[in-house]
C-alpha cells in the first residue's frame, strides 16, 4: 500500500522495470495498484534479442507485481528524505496496530 | 526473572510475540537501518550494497546508490573448470521487491564490529 | 489492476507466461486476480531468436498467477518489428526445431555437468 502511493507519485515519469525472469521493460508509468501490477506506456524491451517475440507490444503493457524484481525509479523525482519520514510513519502504525488490536 | 507463565500472558495481552532483546522486533532492526548503508542479499545470487530510503511490512525497499553484484557461473570451455563471474552495476534509486530478499544487514554495525 | 485492464477488452492481446511461453487472443474477460479470458488464442512458439509458429488453441482462460505482462499489440508496426527477426514457419517446422534445440541444450548439459536452476518457485 505505502509502495503504491510512491508510485502513484512517479505516474507521468518514464521508469525501468525488471523482472524475475531478466527481462527489462522501459516505460512511461501508467497506473499501479494495490499489489503493485504496474502498467506502462510506449514501452521498450532494452534487450530485444533475448525477447524478440515483445516486439510486437505497443501502446501499454501490464506487469504483474509478484514478477517484478526491480524498478529503477528517477533519482530526482523521488524525495528521499520524505521517503524516510513516511517509512518511520507507516513502521510505527503497523506495528502500534500489531501491538495493541483494535478493541483492546 | 520472567517466568514463563508471565512471559506468555505479556505475549497474549500484547498480540504478538516479540523477541525480547534490547533490539526487539526484527523490524526494529530494519527500521534503525534507515538512512544507513545496508548490505541486502537477494534470490539469484544478486547483492546489493546501498542507502536504505524506505521500507514495508513485506520488506519491499527503495535503495539508494547502489551497487549491485551479480554472481554467476560459468563453464570454461577448454579447461571445463567452473568460474564464477561477478558483475557489478550502479543502480541510482531503486525500488526491491521483498519476495526476492534472503537478508539485510546493516553496514555501519559491521564495520564498526570488525575494526 | 482492474480500471487498466478494461482498457484492453477486447483486443488482440500478447500474454507473456512464467514459463516463458507466449499467447495471443482477443481479451474477453478478466478478474481481480488477473485470471484471463483469450478468444481466438493462438500460442506463439519462438525457437532460438530465428523462427516463431503461431499453434492455434482456440478459447484459452489463463490463471493469473502465471501471468508475467501483457498488453496489447493493436497495430500492425509492432507486428512488423517483430517479423524483422523472426520468421514465420509452420507448426511442424517449429516442433522440430523445439526438439532439435532441446537436445543442443541437453548436450551441453551434459558436457558442464551443471544441473538446471529449478524454476518451481525459485524464480518467482
Known amino acids: 500500500m505505502f509502495f503504491a502511493a510512491l508510485f502513484q507519485t512517479l505516474v507521468g515519469q518514464v521508469v525501468t522495470v525488471e523482472l524475475k525472469n531478466d527481462l527489462c521493460i522501459r516505460g512511461t508509468l501508467l497506473s499501479v495498484d494495490p499489489y503493485l501490477n504496474v502498467r506502462l506506456a510506449d514501452v521498450v524491451v532494452t534487450e530485444p534479442e533475448a525477447f524478440p517475440a515483445l516486439l510486437a ?3 501499454s503493457c501490464t506487469v504483474r507485481g509478484s514478477c517484478v524484481r526491480y524498478v529503477h525509479l528517477p533519482p530526482d523525482q523521488v524525495d528521499v528524505q520524505l521517503l524516510q519520514d513516511a517509512t518511520r510513519q507507516v513502521a510505527s502504525a503497523v506495528k502500534a496496530a500489531r501491538v495493541r488490536p483494535v478493541g483492546e | ?45 544478486r547483492e546489493l550494497v546501498g542507502r536504505l530510503h524506505g521500507y514495508d511490512q513485506h520488506l519491499n525497499m527503495v535503495v539508494g546508490d547502489a551497487e549491485e553484484t551479480v554472481m554467476s557461473t560459468e563453464v570454461d570451455e577448454e579447461t571445463f573448470e567452473q568460474i564464477v563471474r561477478t558483475r557489478k ?27 | 489492476m ?13 500474454v507473456c507466461l512464467r514459463d516463458g511461453r507466449l499467447f495471443l487472443g482477443y481479451l474477453r474477460s478478466y478478474d481481480q486476480y488477473s485470471n484471463l479470458v483469450l ?86
Open chain 2, 1 to 45: 526473572m520472567q517466568s514463563a507463565g508471565s512471559a506468555a500472558e505479556g505475549a497474549s495481552t500484547n498480540g504478538a510475540l516479540t523477541g525480547g532483546s534490547i533490539l526487539g522486533e526484527p523490524s526494529d532492526l530494519v527500521r534503525l537501518c534507515l538512512d544507513e548503508l545496508v548490505y541486502v542479499k537477494l534470490r539469484g545470487e
Open chain 2, 89 to 115: 552495476r550502479k543502480l541510482p534509486l531503486v525500488f526491491v521487491r521483498g519476495d526476492t530478499l534472503i537478508l539485510i544487514s546493516p553496514l555501519f554495525r559491521q564495520s564498526g564490529a570488525s575494526r
Open chain 3, 39 to 124: 478468444e481466438d488464442a493462438v500460442e506463439r512458439v519462438v525457437v532460438r531468436n530465428e523462427a516463431f509458429a503461431d499453434v492455434p488453441c482456440g478459447l484459452r482462460v489463463i490463471r493469473g498467477e502465471n501471468v508475467v505482462l501483457f498488453g496489447r499489440v493493436a497495430d500492425e508496426s509492432g507486428e512488423l518489428r517483430m517479423r524483422h527477426r523472426l520468421r514465420q514457419v509452420s507448426e511442424e517446422e517449429i516442433r522440430r526445431m523445439q526438439e532439435a534445440a532441446a537436445a543442443d541444450q541437453a548436450a551441453v548439459r551434459r558436457r558442464d555437468k551443471l544441473e538446471w536452476p529449478v524454476f518451481d518457485d525459485g524464480a518467482f
Open chain 1, 57 to 59: 507490444l505497443r501502446h
Open chain 3, 2 to 14: 482492474s480500471q487498466a485492464l478494461s482498457e484492453d477488452l477486447d483486443q488482440r492481446v500478447l
